[in-house]
């Protein structure tokens, strides 16, 4: 498994090995003592799978308290995946991470605690599935505007298909009271390797 820092602490680009042939492939997506090796000792309480259409956003989402680390993967299609660094007190505060995760490239991205996520369905549909280490709570459940000017997030999308939910979600500047606070994370310090 190769495992990539981003410039957002604690955010883990991960790409497990893929064993293919003329049957198809075989890969191990997780496997708890190789994950914690790499730097990622978070326990998984939940796991989420959602289908969705192409042209579906969803995101950006994150809860407050209760945060959620995520460990995300597409199973089936090809999605452009975002990460936003929400902490208050974050070095990379308002910064964003975009990457494409696919059932051809079977890449997974580490979502820490505190940050925003969202993602837009690039193929016809798709299917994602992520872990959580902490349970979904719908009273801390909070989002971020999906186009907020000041981000400037580079969506392959302009018109996409929206929850009413995601539709109204405030910008970020106008969030200040309900944003986590930076702790630094475990893995920030981490090489890749």
């Known amino acids: 498994m190769r495992v990539t820092t981003i410039d957002i602490p604690g955010v883990l680009l991960l790409e497990p ?6 049957r198809g492939f075989f ?7 190789r994950y914690r090796d790499a730097g990622l000792a978070e326990s998984f309480v939940q796991d989420n799978l959602s289908r969705s259409v192409r042209g579906t956003l969803r995101g950006l989402h994150f809860q407050e308290p209760h945060a959620q680390g995520k460990l995300i993967m597409a ?10 660094d929400i902490r208050v007190g974050s070095p990379t505060f308002g910064r964003w991470y975009g990457l494409e995760l696919s059932d051809g490239n079977l890449r997974q991205i580490y979502v820490p605690p505190g940050c925003a996520h969202g993602f837009c369905v690039t193929s016809e549909t798709a299917i994602f599935l992520y872990k959580c280490t902490d349970y979904y709570s719908p009273r801390h459940e909070r989002g971020v505007l999906w186009n907020d000017p000041a981000l400037a997030i580079s969506w392959p999308i302009s018109d996409p298909i929206l929850s ?9 500047a106008a969030m200040k009271d309900e944003l986590p606070s930076y702790r630094a994370a475990s893995n920030a310090g981490l090489k890749s390797r």
Do not use: I, W
């Not at 995601?166 to 910008?171: A, I, S």
């Open 164 to 172: 009413a939910k995601d539709r109204q979600y405030p910008p970020l």
């Open 17 to 22: 090995t893929v064993l293919r042939d003329h």
């Open 75 to 84: 199973l089936e299609g090809s999605v452009y995946d975002v990460v936003v």
């Open 27 to 33: 890969a191990e997506t997780y496997q708890v003592q």
